[in-house]
């Protein structure tokens, strides 16, 4: 499957990416649910970059959101490490969804309410094991693979280290805008979290055509902020088609409201070794962060800001976060090369 999308900087040859999904599944009490992995690739890389270091890059998602918004970021990466000076080569990005969003979430619909009331981080966190312990990794991806999470997607990528001390299946970690706040913040912090609930209780069900589906989450943030590419993408991939029942509403979110609303409440709060990326969190919450981060520098790989964002910088600045992974990525490579 080819997976094109425009922009008005490409040259209209400019190549496609191409993403090929994968449907997986991993169990829960012995019973089988299903994720999805989706691996991106760039057919423009050149053979005679094969003699670089090698890149593989494991992508995962905050809340609401879904692997195709990072295409526009998986595009400029590759388009970044086409550049002769580039000291690595990215041989594939994969991306793995929550097993509650989606088209997952399509195809658990049934298992799901067998297990209404179960943490949401537990079917990602288990998906991830299984999707790192599992044979759609070539050896060479696994050899080299750097965890790429936004928000609540941080915890999981980290946990799958925490869950096993003796096993770390990455090279390093980039987290953009993790949830990790002082336990002083957690009043502010659910407060922000029953906002959330009461907003996605409000929310249509349904709707008349994706495209007035897309009038209406952009008529408010944060999607009012989104990147245009992102949400031409969400307007293609984000929506079903709605029950016979719902009247003359003829399509619905892939990703049932309860299910974003469960995944809201149990962010996982951990603090590793790791690049950070950041773009806004409401105060106090931002400033329990930044304190955080200036407690735990001396043991982190680097720490950038993506200006202009809120929390949503992947789906609001694809271009500039791609530049500072890329920049993330190369230090850390050219700091390898050094030592050898």
Excluded at 117 to 138: D, E, M, P, Q, R
Excluded at 175 to 184: D, K, R
Excluded at 261 to 286: C, Q
Aim: contains cysteine; glycine residues 4%; hydrophobic residues 40%.
């Amino acid at each position: 499957m080819s997976y094109s999308f425009h922009q008005s900087h490409l040259e209209q040859s400019e190549p496609v990416l191409v993403k090929a999904a994968f449907t997986l599944q991993y169990h829960l009490d012995k019973e089988p649910l299903h994720y999805v992995a989706t691996r991106f690739t760039w057919p423009a890389r050149s053979n005679s970059r094969s003699h670089l270091p090698a890149v593989s890059l494991l992508v995962t998602s905050g809340v609401g959101l879904t692997s195709d918004l990072w295409a526009p970021v998986v595009q400029r990466l590759y388009q970044l490490q086409q550049q002769p000076d580039s000291p690595f080569c990215i041989i594939s990005v994969w991306a793995v969804d929550r097993p509650t969003h989606g088209d997952a979430a399509v195809l658990n619909e049934a298992s799901l309410k067998r297990y209404e009331g179960l943490c949401a981080s537990t079917h990602y966190i288990t998906a991830l094991g299984a999707f790192l312990t599992s044979n759609v990794l070539t050896d060479q991806e696994r050899n080299n693979l750097i965890g790429l999470g936004h928000s609540a997607g941080t915890g999981p990528l980290i946990l799958q280290i925490a869950k096993d001390l003796q096993w770390n299946p990455y090279r390093s970690l980039i987290l953009v805008e993790p949830p990790l706040f002082e336990p002083e913040t957690k009043p502010t912090f659910d407060g922000l979290i029953r906002k959330i609930h009461v907003l996605n209780m409000r929310r249509p069900r349904s709707f008349k055509s994706p495209e007035l589906a897309m009038q209406f989450v952009t008529s408010h943030g944060p999607w009012k902020y989104f990147h245009p590419e992102v949400l031409r993408i969400a307007t293609e991939t984000f929506f079903k088609p709605a029950p016979t029942d719902s009247g003359c509403n003829k399509v619905m979110t892939k990703t049932p409201p309860p299910e974003e609303t469960a995944a809201f409440d149990d962010f996982p709060g951990v603090l590793e070794t790791v690049n950070r990326v950041l773009g806004f969190w409401p105060k106090p919450l931002a400033a329990s962060l930044a304190n955080i981060i200036d407690e735990n520098r001396s043991a982190l790989a680097s720490v950038s800001i993506v200006e202009g964002a809120t929390h949503y910088v992947p789906q609001e600045k694809p271009e500039e976060l791609a530049n500072t992974v890329f920049r993330a990525i190369r230090n850390s490579t050219m700091r390898s090369q050094a030592r050898l």
